[in-house]
């Protein structure tokens, strides 16, 4: 079964702009979430979804950053207008189960995103 | 709140050295904790975990055991490979859906 796939695997754009992550999750999997990577703040949790709903955004920073799941096989994660501290890693991860005992995350490969 | 902090990197070892990756945490109650490892331009994948008190997780070579006394989850193992060169993250089940992340450790390992 395919992983998770994000695109695009890198990004580069000018401050202002706007930027559009995708991610198709696990077929199956009722879970997914979109983290963020920076050296400085490690990995931090933006939002996730559970069937299609979004349940927790509280990592979300500001109100620059969107996410959206129209469907159980699609999700994007937009940031509008973009500034140079965007620049991180984002990655989706999806889960079958809930996490703890019996769920494990499933990550892709992640977006790098360059904003100049 | 519930934190994981794990040893800082970067670790450097010679191939066949043994490995010891420090990781300890706070939280209510009893958390699961995991071990993910991130490989050159991967995502996470889980390594191992262990969802209660004293359980060991292996996986892989690798092993590490949920001591509550500690409040520790050190990831080991005995003889460590060019390939096991990467990024380590210790992690607890923090309720809900999320899971809490050290801020990883940078693994390289030379021949």
Redesign the interface.
């Known amino acids: 079964d395919a992983g998770v796939i994000q695109s695009p695997r890198h990004e580069v754009t000018e401050m202002g702009q706007e930027v559009t992550l995708r991610c198709k999750p696990i077929s199956g999997h009722d879970y997914l979430f979109w983290y963020r990577q920076t050296m400085m703040r490690g990995l931090e949790l933006l939002i996730y979804f559970n069937n299609n709903v979004p349940i927790d955004d509280s990592g979300m920073p500001e109100d620059r950053f969107s996410a959206k799941m129209p469907n159980a096989s699609f999700s994007t994660l937009k940031i509008q207008p973009s500034e140079p501290r965007d620049s991180a890693v984002y990655f989706c991860a999806s889960s079958l189960a809930q996490l703890g005992r019996a769920g494990e995350l499933f990550f892709g490969e992640g977006s790098r995103l360059t904003v100049l | 709140g519930n934190s994981v902090t794990q040893m800082e990197g970067p670790v450097t070892l010679s191939e066949e050295a043994f490995l010891t990756i420090n990781c300890t945490y706070t939280a209510t109650g009893y ?2 904790l995991f071990w ?1 490892v991130q490989y050159p ?6 390594l191992l ?1 262990a ?1 209660k008190a004293d359980d060991k997780g292996s996986n892989k070579g690798f092993e590490a055991t949920y001591r509550k006394e500690t409040t520790s989850f050190h990831l080991e193992k005995g003889s460590v490979q060019v390939s096991d060169s990467a990024v380590y ?1 210790c992690a607890l ?1 923090g309720g ?4 809490v ?4 450790t940078r693994l390289t390992i030379n021949p």
Do not use: I, V
Not at chain 2, 41 to 46: D, W, Y
Not at chain 2, 96 to 99: E, G, M, P, R, T
């Open positions: 958390p699961s993910y331009g991967e995502g996470l994948q889980l975990k969802t993250f089940h809900a859906q999320k899971l992340f050290g801020q990883g």
